[in-house]
């Protein structure tokens, strides 16, 4: 069969499964455009931005557990995924991009909308490739999706020149093995570190498994599930490990890091094993590494072998897939009684409840409208079965507090690069991938605005996704450090804002405004039952702060955390006071 | 510490950058770097020598180990290794006394002398660092007009080679710190 360069590019998405991509057509990449044409079976998606389109490709592969893929052309096109494909490695997302380049023989020639694309996108790609042979692309495309899904999954870009879109050759899918000498998948673990890691599990007095992101993509929601109830181990979950365990269970502590649960950050610092699976120890979630967990023994079990020993020294390293290694564990488990331990997190927890803000504002109302009244209204109205995609900031670290997600993949943000603008378009790709999820993007007015041409996308396609803007006219997690850090010297975080209602009508999105906790759940309950996209914006108060707090770099133990009753000098006269 | 680590990478395009770039964005910091043919035409070799601190080095042959184009990766720092280096350094010969002076010192440091002409003679050695090093000091009683090195290049001693070692088991071996620090071997059996 004859096809040009572009045709085969198609064919090869078509074998890989691909049956939704989003891009955003232009010079170079036009001939791959044509030839969409002759692929009605693929549906197309076009984003106003590069970038939100690579975050809507991210948002579906979240969701759906298959590869994301991002169209853009050359130059400004190829630049503009830069900070989608760096969230995607960060958070490890499997995702295809296909960029088109200005013809072979204009390469290094600063021809028009030339850019060294995979020089620009080497360090925050899995792995590049420039085709500089048509009969090369199927190769290519093949082995970029297998590198982008398999060990730890993250964005692959494949740089195709026009020329090479164009010519024509007859094509062969390569079938066989991949050539691929310098890349291994991690399986199993080695036997001898099973059995180290058994001796350490069954000698543990106050053991802690910490769940991350690795749960959910190596899909071992169950297994972990079995080692907590076996062996009784709590079990703390990173900001992307949230659905990886239910944490309505009564084994589950929390979130744990930064803003997390300050159960969780006692626990880790009186633990005696920790058990920390498929997550990295990122910066966020130790606080200070000299002083973190400083009794315990570690257990690691992470696919990718860089990450062990990276940041926090561990006793058992074990390089494999998680769900594998957890089978390997499960059958040799003895049952396991830690009552005083957890008996120990209860009350700690006890403690925290005291400090709650939703449980003092329902004995001191002020009628003021609260971020964290939004969210857990909303969890309430939407029984906490929606899909919730959040953006960064304080609502984020809200949503995780008060969003208790019990169902794998109904939480999406951006947790690695903290991007602001991922929310709501990885929301429109969330819903595209899952349409049968009740898919809300909860945002602030800071990130909202920095994709919020995206609407346009929701518009076009009409997405059936409810945006809530958690608006309090502020750049807050930043005015909360200003606050905390430098003095309160509020320096360029205020914002003045368009009328969020007026933009969604120009949209022709159905919004509200709503300013009072009364009025929040008839407005959740009219997004509801409408079909397409809305937008609610939530006035809520501007000098919110999210507690507890780590402060960066500071010990896990050492949280900012919201004063008792008891130790607030003024608590009658203003009971919410910091 | 300095430590000295050989790469093994597929011959293509593009794939010395992505190693440079790696120590580039980590922030460590290369001493030398060497790149050149195998006697397999699919793979190139690279040797570096780094500065490295304590645990340090073992993060980076991990960090190598992610580029997919890197086959395979050995710290040879604290094994019996021949290490070699190549300086070509050009005096300024202005006479016959001078030139005489400078075979001498070849002479005794088992140099070559490459090039001699009417001014300059171009002088070679291959050798241990240590050597090259205090041959070029010795070169300072001339005027030295330009020199260049190569940077070193490692081979261990004995049978095993880094081509013939298993990648598979290899690979998961250099993570060994694993179990209580002690090694294990592949991951493949059970």
């Known amino acids: ?578 | 510490m300095k430590h000295t680590l050989i790469c093994l990478v597929e011959n293509k395009p593009g794939v010395l950058n992505r190693v440079v770039s790696l120590f580039r964005r980590r922030n460590f910091n290369m001493d030398s770097l060497t790149v050149g043919r195998t006697h397999n035409p699919d793979i190139s070799r690279i040797t570096v020598v780094m500065e490295a601190e304590p645990g340090d080095g073992k993060k980076v042959v991990m960090m190598l180990y992610k580029l997919i184009d890197v086959i395979e990766v050995q710290d040879v720092t604290n094994i019996p290794t021949i290490n070699r280096d190549l300086a070509l350094v050009k005096v300024r010969t202005p006479d016959a006394y001078a030139r005489n002076a400078v075979t001498d010192l070849c002479y005794e440091r088992g140099a070559r002398l490459v090039d001699i002409g009417p001014e300059v003679t171009i002088v070679e050695l291959a050798g241990a660092e240590e050597s090259v090093e205090s041959f070029v000091e010795a070169l300072h009683q001339f005027e030295i007009v330009e020199m260049v090195r190569t940077g070193r290049v490692s081979m261990g001693r004995g049978i095993r080679t880094m081509e013939q070692r298993d990648y598979k088991s290899t690979r998961f071996a250099a993570y060994a710190p694993s179990v209580n620090g002690g090694g294990s071997a592949g991951h493949d059996d059970e």
């Not at chain 1, 094993?273 to 990122?282: I, Q, S, T, V």
């Open chain 1, 1 to 578: 069969m004859k096809l040009t360069g572009a045709e085969i590019v198609w064919e090869c998405l078509l074998r890989e499964g691909v049956d939704l991509v989003f891009g955003y057509p232009g010079g170079a990449i036009l001939p791959i455009y044509d030839a969409l044409t002759k692929y009605p079976q693929i549906r197309h998606v076009l984003p106003r931005h590069e970038q939100g389109g690579t975050h809507m490709a991210e948002g579906y592969a979240r969701a759906t557990g298959k590869v994301g893929v991002m169209l853009a052309t050359s130059g400004p096109g190829a630049t503009n995924l830069v900070t989608g494909l760096a969230n995607a490695m960060m958070d490890s997302s499997p995702l295809v991009a296909i960029t088109g380049q200005v013809p072979l023989g204009a390469i290094g020639s600063d021809a028009f909308q030339e850019t060294d694309v995979t020089g620009c996108t080497l360090p925050v790609t899995k792995h590049n490739y420039l085709v500089t042979r048509t009969e090369d692309i199927a190769y290519t495309i093949r082995e970029a999706f297998h590198i982008a899904r398999t060990g730890r999954p993250g964005p692959v870009l494949v740089d195709i020149p026009k020329d090479v879109q164009n010519k024509v050759i007859e094509f062969h899918y390569p079938e066989g093995e991949l050539r691929l000498p310098g890349y291994n998948v991690p399986g199993k673990a080695h036997p001898k570190e099973i059995e180290a890691a058994l001796d350490l599990i069954h000698s543990a007095k106050r053991p802690l498994i910490l769940a991350g992101h690795g749960v959910l993509m190596s899909g071992a929601m169950d297994e972990i599930r079995s080692f907590a109830e076996i062996t009784q181990t709590p079990v703390a979950l990173t900001l992307l490990g949230k659905g990886g365990f239910p944490e309505n269970h009564p084994l589950c502590v929390g979130m744990m890091g930064m803003h997390g649960t300050a159960a969780a950050n006692q626990a880790i610092q009186q633990a005696d094993l920790l058990l920390a699976f498929g997550m990295r120890f990122d910066d966020r979630v130790t606080g200070n590494l000299k002083t973190y967990s400083p009794d315990s023994k570690k257990i690691h079990v992470e696919i990718d072998p860089s990450e062990i020993n990276k940041n926090v020294k561990v006793d058992v390293g074990i390089v494999g897939d998680l769900k594998m290694v957890l089978r390997q564990l499960l059958p040799k488990l003895q049952t396991g009684q830690h009552q005083e331990w957890i008996g120990q997190i209860r009350d700690w927890e006890e403690d925290t409840s005291e400090r709650d803000i939703l449980l003092r504002l329902a004995a001191h109302p002020d009628g003021k409208l609260w971020a964290a009244q939004v969210i857990a209204e909303l969890f309430r109205c939407t029984e906490g079965k929606a899909l919730t995609v959040s953006d960064v900031g304080q609502h984020q670290m809200l949503e995780a507090q008060y969003y208790p997600h019990t169902r794998p993949h109904s939480l999406l943000t951006s947790g690695g690069l903290g991007t602001m603008g991922f929310g709501m378009p990885a929301a429109i790709g969330a819903k595209l991938g899952r349409p049968d999820e009740e898919v809300w993007a909860i945002v602030g007015d800071g990130g909202f605005q920095m994709t919020l041409t995206e609407l346009g996308t929701a518009m076009q396609e009409h997405v059936n996704i409810n945006i809530a803007i958690i608006n309090n006219s502020f750049l807050g997690m930043v005015r909360q450090w200003q606050e905390f850090f430098y003095e309160e010297r509020y320096q360029s975080t205020p914002l003045k804002n368009p009328d969020f209602v007026k933009l969604a009508a120009a949209y022709d999105i159905p919004a509200r405004r709503v300013s009072t906790k009364e009025e929040i759940e008839e407005a959740v309950q009219w997004a509801r039952s409408i079909d397409g996209p809305t937008l609610i914006e939530f006035v809520v108060v501007q000098n919110d702060i999210v507690y507890p707090m780590v402060p960066a770099g500071a010990d896990l133990h050492a949280m900012i955390r919201r004063p008792k009753p008891s130790e607030s000098p003024d608590f009658e006269n203003n009971p919410t006071a910091i």
